[in-house]
């Protein structure tokens, strides 16, 4: 502890000498300490949907971490085509600065989504991008690395879904999840050479699109045979497919997490029942703050900096599913990893002059909070909080709809639950507040086809650059100010 | 030892570097200019750009108000807020209770407080039922500027008595006891509010709204909604000695009003709010209707600062856009978007007459924010370019974008609203959902008007003295202590 105590205080003195030389306008600190930047990105996490994670976790007097980013601006979320983005196009935006068509991941504007086809496993295997239908647009990670940062890409979905791919790969849909793995594996067919050497950091779930098919075994396995994670275990990778085989890697080597076979990881609040009943998917899985810590440790060794893309990935498909509990206790579990994030960067970077730590999200969804509730407090065993039924703020009754029936406080634009009639509804805060309720909707959807929202999302920051996050603006800005933050 | 002193030199260094610089940037605001949205959630915001500007569009308070923060909006007892302690959490740095205006958390709105019926006239809300001792009043910054000697003034497009212009200016523990929060602006007179007066100079120095009717006596056949006490309040305000305020009831005399006026009071409706801006213009276009002789919220607010800046110390001006509200708790979503942009325009208008005297705004903050969210929400998946009020239309295909059952719907619908379909929906056309009267469909039916406000964040904007302390993530108590801060007071 001494020990680590002096080196930091030595590290402060260095940095603090870095900036009143700035300060005194003259000389480049570039040099002087490297630049790390967390680029976190709540999918789907939308106003309302903070607003109730807060409530959830906190109540309403407290405050997530990401309340206490002391930046914040407003950000516009549509896409080239369409009012209402999906997350390939917005998170391409904030990666490449360029403004894509709907399910096109990083690249130009003119690009037309061409979905992939069905192999004969029933896998959509085959790319249907033309040669020639649009161009790559450069990213932040690819900038970064090209700078001789290092590199990583982490999140709770499948490692190929659209935000994760944003960030390092190039094709004209993201459901070509099989292509878009292999632009990771460097010399690789498919392989994206901005990468050179490879990105750095990889965590997330879905291990089929990396390994070749087997019937029964991997029926959603690679038609071509390729075996991604003994390509880039050749290469020197670290290959984890648990949170053990995670917290046991090396920090000096590449490291790629694929921890769930298929799919995307467990839900925070499925994973920490199962973990909890030593029993399902979830028992090997790792929080999202444990792969955020765990990806800073490696990729700080490189010591130009790095550049670090983190997604809770999840809080949109509850969204999705119109189960606003998970939906919150997934926004919670994003949270707690910006707070790790922020706590561990602060251990070498106490002021942060060296660290940008952004948080935003690329779209928003339909959850709406009905009134007039009266305070609920954060959501206990014993509270349903936020996830109950609306009570009056004078009595402390259930407020009734017109129709005669108690209603929730949180509900969707659209999803796929939707009662022909409220009337005769005899809900309870314990029906409502179930881990597995959908909530009510005006427009009634296929099951888990909520749709995004159009409103604008929130942005907040903190560290190097942050006090340029301010405004209104359309995401293709955020890029401009990152890499101006960061110097890349 | 060595080191940390070594380090803490160094910090203290730069915190000193910083710590002078942002007191540099701080100068106090000579003026401020609050602007309030009643209703103006995000997805208000957004649909209202795309509504008027396009999605590749932007709001003049967008482009104009480059510092944002987000607010939180609950109240003392409520998870959703009603306007009353919002606005007052703003003015007054203290979150009450909901229904109450500008006072302590410990006032209560409900029960035998609420305001009552004159057994006579019958007429609603007349008696005050806050029982003494019930709570006390908060200092509101308009008073406090006020004691500072700067103009003041309260400005909207809802009655003058309504609950967000009431907490700038007023302290009751109940926000529909209108008549008595009208009898607090009457210097001298029974119930004034005495913080209103600084020295001889008596009153709120600029007052606009409408509903005379909580201004003047009640009559049976010409003023059924008037005071039960007699009283006509405007006579009252005119005398001399009583401030000799300016009364005006339509824009032509407000417009008139010279930059000499002392005092000025305009009320534009005989009962009460003023028209929604999409019926004030067509009724101004058509020369038939309410809206024919009522101003533009733009038109109010530059007369306002016009009026005000003749004080050499400044002033604070609280501007409502108070109907966005009202036509949310409706779902017609048309009248909200285009009160919104009205509102838009009074806060553009409201710069360039401010930018004639202060170009870059060095002595003016300008703030701009909502009291609450509402319950409407923005689906997807449409075109770039549909309009949005419309049927929504795939961005994949440009045809209807479909529910479940093969039925279209609307981009904007509501969490709660009067529209509430059973069964299967009934598939919608554009000249219906487009029409003005149109109510976005709701999840959950309630009475025609009673759309509940929402329990989400809000977006505050702010420009000029003092604008960049306006950041992250803050509760809307903490709004007050930066325009007090701002104006150094």
Request: charged content about 15%.
């Amino acid at each position: 502890m001494k020990l680590n105590s002096t080196v930091i205080a030595r590290a402060i003195g260095v940095l603090a000498v870095g900036v009143i030389l700035s300060g005194c306008g003259g000389a480049n600190t570039t040099n002087i300490q490297k630049k790390n930047v967390i680029f976190f990105l709540g999918d789907g996490m939308g106003m309302t949907t903070l607003t109730a994670a807060r409530i959830y976790s906190v109540g309403e007097t407290g405050s997530l971490t990401i309340d206490t980013l002391p930046e914040s601006a407003f950000v516009k979320t549509h896409s080239n085509d369409a009012q209402v983005t999906d997350s390939a196009p917005s998170m391409a935006a904030y990666m490449t600065g360029v403004k894509a068509n709907n399910e096109v991941i990083s690249m130009t504007a003119n690009t037309v989504a061409t979905a992939p086809g069905v192999d004969a496993n029933g896998n959509l295997t085959i790319n249907k991008c033309l040669a020639g239908n649009g161009a790559s647009t450069t990213t932040l990670l690819e900038m970064a690395k090209a700078k001789g940062w290092a590199v990583g890409a982490i999140t709770t979905t499948e490692l190929t879904h659209a935000t994760p791919a944003a960030t390092y790969s190039h094709i004209c849909h993201r459901n070509a999840q099989y292509d878009i793995a292999a632009q990771l594996v460097p010399g690789g067919k498919g392989f994206n050479s901005a990468l050179l050497d490879g990105v750095d950091v990889l965590m997330g779930g879905g291990l089929n699109h990396f390994t070749p098919y087997v019937p029964v075994s991997n029926p959603a396995g690679r038609a071509d045979a390729r075996d991604l994670t003994s390509e880039l275990s050749s290469l020197g990778y670290t290959v984890a497919k648990t949170r053990a085989d995670m917290l046991a890697a090396p920090n000096d080597k590449k490291f790629i997490g694929l921890y769930s076979k298929k799919s995307h990881l467990e839900y925070d609040l499925d994973r920490i029942a199962q973990v909890a009943a030593g029993t399902g998917n979830g028992v090997t899985q790792p929080s999202l703050a444990e792969m955020t810590t765990k990806a800073m440790d490696i990729l700080s060794q490189n010591q130009n900096g790095y550049f670090l893309m983190v997604e809770g990935g999840r809080i949109d498909h509850a969204l999705h599913s119109t189960i606003a509990k998970k939906a919150l206790q997934d926004t919670v579990a994003f949270d707690n990893a910006i707070k790790a994030a922020i706590d561990k960067a602060r251990l070498n970077d106490p002021t942060l002059a060296n660290t940008l730590i952004v948080v935003t999200a690329d779209h928003d969804h339909t959850l709406v909070l009905n009134g007039y509730a009266q305070r609920t407090g954060k959501t206990t065993p014993t509270n349903p909080g936020v996830l109950g039924l609306v009570k009056n703020y004078v009595s402390g009754l259930l407020d009734l709809d017109a129709d005669g029936a108690p209603y929730a406080i949180v509900g969707f634009g659209n999803g796929e639950k939707r009662n022909a009639t409220r009337a005769g509804l005899a809900l309870t805060d314990a029906t409502v507040s179930a881990d597995l309720y959908h909530q009510e909707a005006v427009i009634q959807t296929a099951v888990g086809a909520e749709t995004h929202g159009g409103t604008d999302v929130f942005l907040g920051a903190i560290g190097m650059g942050s006090a340029n996050f301010f405004g209104s603006m359309d995401n293709t800005k955020v890029f401009q100010l990152v890499k101006t933050a960061a110097g890349l | 030892m060595i080191k940390r002193t070594f380090l803490a030199t160094n910090l203290a260094v730069i915190f000193a570097v910083s710590f002078a610089s942002n007191v540099y940037a701080a100068a106090p605001a000579k003026n401020v200019i609050f602007f309030l949205g009643d209703g103006m959630g995000p997805t208000v915001v957004t649909a209202a750009r795309i509504y008027q500007y396009g999605e590749r569009g932007a709001l003049k308070f967008e482009q104009a108000l480059e510092r944002t923060a987000r607010i939180k909006t609950y109240s003392n007892d409520a998870q959703t807020t009603d306007s009353a302690p919002s606005m007052a959490s703003y003015m007054t740095g203290v979150k009450a209770n909901n229904e109450v205006i500008s006072m302590t958390a410990a006032t209560i709105a409900s029960g035998t407080n609420k305001p009552s019926a004159d057994p006579t006239t019958l007429v609603a809300n007349a008696v005050n039922n806050c029982a003494v001792g019930n709570g006390a009043a908060v200092p509101t910054i308009l008073e406090l500027a006020k004691a500072n000697g700067k103009a003041v003034g309260a400005v909207t497009t809802t009655e003058l008595t309504h609950a967000t212009p009431a907490a700038t200016y007023a302290h009751i523990c109940n926000r529909n006891a209108q008549f008595h929060i009208a009898a607090q602006l009457v210097p001298n007179g029974a119930g004034y509010n005495t913080a209103l007066t600084k020295a001889a100079d008596l009153g709120v120095d600029v007052l606009m709204g409408g509903g005379a009717n909580h201004f003047t006596p009640y009559n049976a056949t010409t003023n059924v909604k008037g005071r039960s006490d007699g009283r006509d309040l405007l006579v009252e305000m005119q005398t001399p000695a009583n401030g000799g305020y300016t009364v005006a009831r339509d824009r032509a005399t407000m417009l008139a009003a010279p930059l000499t006026t002392k005092k000025f009071i305009g009320l534009y409706s005989a009962t009460s709010h003023l028209e929604y801006e999409l019926d004030r213009v067509a009724q101004t276009a058509a020369g038939v209707g309410l809206g024919v002789t009522q101003p533009s919220l733009s038109e109010m607010t530059v007369k306002s600062i016009q009026l005000l800046s003749q004080n050499a110390n400044g002033y604070f001006l609280m501007v409502e856009g108070g109907r966005i509200d009202h036509a949310l708790h409706g779902t017609n979503a048309k009248r909200a978007l285009v009160d919104t942009i009205a509102f838009d325009d009074a806060i553009a208008a409201a710069i360039a007459e401010v930018k004639k005297t202060d170009p870059t705004l060095a002595n003016t903050l300008i703030v701009v924010t909502a009291d609450h969210d509402h319950t409407m929400t923005f689906n997807g998946y449409g075109k770039i370019g549909n309009p949005i009020l419309d049927i929504n239309r795939s961005y994949a295909t440009g045809a209807d974008s479909l529910d479940v059952n093969g039925v279209n719907y609307t981009t904007l619908v509501f969490g709660n609203g009067p529209n509430r379909v059973n069964g299967v929906r009934t598939p919608l056309v554009s000249a219906t959902v487009m029409a003005d009267n149109y109510m976005q469909e709701a999840g959950v039916r309630t009475a025609a008007g009673s759309e509940t406000h929402g329990g989400g964040d809000v977006m505050l904007f702010a420009t000029g003295a003092g604008a960049q302390n306006f950041k992250g993530t803050m509760d809307n108590t903490q709004v007050f202590t930066i325009l007090r801060n701002a104006f150094g007071i």
